[in-house]
């Protein structure tokens, strides 16, 4: 018996990125690495966001996109959201592909901060391929140590990680997008970058964010405080299912009590906070049936490791999909399942919305 629901929809992917076969800047798996890609980068004043792409390695562009957009349709998502598109190319495959006819799933762009470019960007106004904005980036990750504290790492005495901007930079670099009704989304995972990004958008919007809907991508090192500001503001918070099951063990290492309120998705839920997800691919699984179960289990493969704090059924089921964006067509309902047996879901089939 199928089940036809709400689309799956993944607001933070890189996977036009990935299908065109440009590597990484660096081994994202490797701490060391990153640490140092992060430190090099905050040295030059830059920001992860504003680096020269990496080149493509496919040769025919569009077939390579095709195939990547394929993947995710086949995986139940109706849209996905490319966060961070560094180089033109890849809109330009888009294009080329959008010509031919429908295309497997919708796509979205956020332009990185470093390629986004006013008089390039303009609405498409097309179901299938549109541009929404751009994606700033405040400070580093927790693994690798270098997202902005408001104090030390409990495992780094005296280190705070790395703030790439702080409000009043971020707020002059946002302010011409926000001006021409651009989405704004920040990467802030620390609570002094969450606090620097919210601080921007107050001078930026001044107290009427929510009706543009700015975003926080991660927003990982949550307190009280700030989720009463993001919830106040109208601050749209992207989460990744799979990072509180990732980062746990690390999370205790390097946040200890903090971790009361880091990675707790209900506070921002109990307060009201507007929240959406994203798989942030290839960090974590394109798998929306594999995210779905990391939230409502805290586990990862079926096994409830109780490493995450769980989100209620309808909550994960509701910050995944969008019914406006299309349906996802099921091997079952999802609902009456054991949680731990939802990645075992077949999908069936997928209608993205495209009139
Ligand atoms: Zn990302």
Redesign the pocket.
Known sequence: MTWEGPGFVDH?T?LLRVSVGAKGACDYSNPAELAAYHHAIFDDGSTPMDQPPEPATADDLPAAIEAGLAKAAALGLVEITE??MTDWAHFEALTTLRQRGPLPTRVRILVASGAADLKRMDHTGDEWVDIIGVKFYADGWLGPRTCALRHAFDDRPGEQGLLFLDSSHLAARIEPYAEERWTVAT?AIGDRAIEAVLDAYDMVYAGAARAEAPRI?HAQVLHPDLVARMADMGVVICLQPGFAVTDAEAGWEALGDRMASAYRWQLLFDAGVRVIAGS?YP?ETLDPLVGLAELVTGGRNGKDKAVAKPIGFDDALAIMTDTWCGATILSDDPHTLDPAQLADLEVVGTHPRAT
């Open positions: 933070h890189h966060a961070g990467h991508e942030d960090i």
